[in-house]
């Protein structure tokens, strides 16, 4: 099992920053799509962006613009920079890496972090 330990929340205005940083246990973090997912109250949980073993990205429409995921292989880690924040983006965000098994694909999740924008 992949260990995901996620950091970086917590509570800014709106209109500010945050970044959100992911790091993944096992030594072969650079074959993983990871990526963040958020929910909100009475939501469900959404896909925010993710990151292909390559680099390659993608972005939730309501990310697009103001969020940039990133990856760093030498560290095990992915973040999240979240710009312009707004009251909308509060939510639990959590990490999550998706890898190959002998089983088949599978998925773990962080223990999900808070972020609260508000004034």
């Known amino acids: 099992q992949v260990q995901l330990v996620e950091s970086g929340g917590g509570l800014v205005q709106p209109g500010g920053s945050l970044r959100l940083s992911c790091a993944a246990s096992?030594?072969?973090?650079?074959?993983?799509?990871m990526g963040w997912f958020r929910e909100a109250p009475g939501n469900q949980r959404e896909l925010v962006a993710d990151?292909?073993?390559?680099?390659?990205?993608n972005y939730a429409p309501s990310a697009a613009g103001r969020f940039t995921i990133s990856r760093d292989n030498a560290k095990s880690t992915v973040y999240l920079q979240m710009n312009m924040l707004k009251a909308e983006d509060t939510a639990v965000y959590y990490c999550f890496a998706d890898r190959a098994t002998d089983a088949g694909p599978r998925r773990d999740w962080g223990q999900g972090i808070q972020v609260i924008v508000s004034s």
């Open positions: 096992g030594n072969i973090f650079s074959s993983y799509l």
């Open positions: 990151i292909s073993s390559g680099g390659r990205t």
